[in-house]
């Protein structure tokens, strides 16, 4: 088959939003803190302990949106540990954030071999399934593509969506813009730019960890170690190429998972054959390199964005 | 005579101390509704430390604020605008990527309702701006706007928020003339609405004129009050400064050999900056050179050229009659060309280093600061302390982290560096700017003793005063070109006016004609 065909296809589609989708989630995370003036490092650990949280809630006889929740739930819990260090106590956050990274992840590891000390291959769960939607669903190339996916799908592009119009048509989201321009704007107007950040982070980190739940409760169906696999920094650098903005950070995360779609594609075709497929999993990153590099040319950074808030300092 | 039945607010008692330094000693007064109470005081009286503490941005060691008789909590920003109070701060609160708009709105509504309610909140901005006029578009990025402008948006923010008693930090600092006659309209426009001024400032001609009553300040402690009808410039001068304030006398200047030779020197067009045009100029030893000019004329390129930051693409530079092939501010250094920068923040000072840092940042690897490759930290301390009392730094100590300190002894410290290297050649760009009378007095004079003892003194400045006051010779430039020298009394004001505004040079300025057809 070749690339052009594989292109114009809607299961081709159907992937590559599948492999967004936890790209989404965790993206519109990272963007809330960094909206909010802080970088969070974390990401990468808190995608993990969601991905276990959400799966081991469900393998304890929970409905699946439960597990979700708790999984939300959980990445709060880590929110709250790095933004008590980054915010109040003004903390490096380049430091805390890898160290909320490998607190997280290693955390997990514990706590999967403590509740499932003696199984060799991890327990599956009846994880998110495709739900047509009725009538969109029918639209030719469209509805196999993008309304044939599962529940978990179709709510983080409803999570797009409220995030902007949170950020921007909400006095909320106004004030958390304006943190991460400069905090002490917000501060002269009597709003708390601790509050406000803290407040970012947190729930910021909860979409994070609902990112992670995806991976065991909708694109599989049980938990692995090293499962996340990077996710998390690419969502770091999605962030950037979206130039903070929600909508342009949406299409990245799926232009993003277009090129790993497509990679694991042209590897079966003759020409992927004579390549070693390494080169082909290299592709969908160097690709976001290049595409990183045009876009983030004029980007607009949070001003404040890694700037610790002091009160009272001159 | 006019009388203040209702009391606003009142001071009592406020103390505030940071580190070892007490910016604020027992302060107290208070507000009377439709009153202007200028706060006046030198740089680093505690002028803006009191007025972070009133408006809950810094908690007071002591002492309470109270605003129509109720007691305000400490610390909390909140408090004072629910109360009424609007602050201007001198450094704006302003997000530059945000708009007009969004920057006024910005928590005006609790956090959690619904909606922004723009389109009212336009309406308003809008009607407030006719009103006050105060023209400001409200869609407009507040990083695209020009100062007054970014003003314009900060006293909007406060009477959006239909504030009963306005605090100025400072606010004419940043103004052209013409843009504080405006801002004077509209706050006299405010105050017959019955709104209540705090003007914080040390120009004292602001101060008479739009004041009813003054409150010095001197060294963080309250020396006086008075009503402005009791009092008069110089006595105002006299109570801030603790002294009459006097400028230094001038005595004539006793040129020598030429030390510095720029001649047809000229550099490219840096964005709107001008470059220089085929500039030739002279400083002799023993004379101070002013260079009279409207804001962005080339001055920048002028005093990069003779720090060294920029080299000449046409033109040669010569030291003492001997030409300097490869210029860089290395070699500026080097040759005795010592630099008090246009910005003291940005290339004046490291802000988070102390002032022994500050105070060898030029000549850190060389002797006596540096032996072997290593740093001396106690003879660089010593220096350190030795220019803090020479030049009357107050500060709490050279370990101090010099972004702690106010303008004025920040500036002290840049000259005490600059001086005692004893330079030939002393580059003072905008030297006296946002200098309160007692250190431009002193910054003044010693810019004279430099010139006694044999320094020839490159003085760039927007302020005409300043030039026609202290300047043997002086140039105009323009568009990037430079008038012949002229000396001392020989041109009125309004003469170099005229050049200043382009006119008498002998070539019209070529490239810019088509960019200015206005």
New interface residues.
Partial sequence: MDIIEILFTASFWAAAIRIATPLILATMGELICERAGVLNLGIEGIMVVGAFAGWMAVYSGTGLWVGVAVAFAVGMLFGLLHSTLTVPFGLSQHVVGLGVTLLATSATYYAYRLALPEVTSPPKIAAFQPYEIPILSDIPFLGEAVFSQTPFTYFAFLLVLAVAVVLY????G??V??VG??P????????SVTA?RMGAVIVGSGFMAMGGAFLTMSAFDSFFFEMVNGRGWICIALVVFGSWRPGKALLGAVLFAAFDALQIRVQQTDIGAEIPYQIFLMMPYILSILALVVMSRRA?V??ALMVPFN??E? | MSTHPEEVLRLDGITKRFGELTANDAVSFSLAKGEVVALLGENGAGKTTLMNILFGQYTADNGTVSVFGKTLPPGNPRAALDAGVGMVHQHFTLADNMTVQENITLGTRPLFSARLDRKEARKRIIELSERFHLAVSPDAKVGSLSVGERQRVEILKALYRDVRILILDEPTAVLTPQETDDLFATLRQAIANGLSIIFISHKLHEVMAIADRVVVLRHGKMVDGVAIKDTDKAALAALMMGAEATPPAVAPANPGETLMELKGVSTPDIGSAPGLKSVSLELKAGQIIGLAGVSGNGQAAMAEVVGGQRVPVTGSLALSGLEIPQWSPRKAVESGIARIPEDRHKTGTIADFDLTENAILERYSNTPFSRGGWLDWRKSRSFANEIIEKYDVRCPGPDTTIRLLSGGNMQKLILGRVLEAAPQIILANQPVRGLDIGAVNYVHSQLLEARDRGAAVLLISEDLDEIMGLADVIHVIAEGRLSPAFNRGEKSPAELGLWMAGQGFEEPARKQESHHAS
């Fill in positions: 048509r909400t006095p909320l106004l004030a813009r304006a321009e400069n002490s704007a917000v501060a002269a107007q009597g709003l406000i607009e949070p001003a009160k009272g001159r």
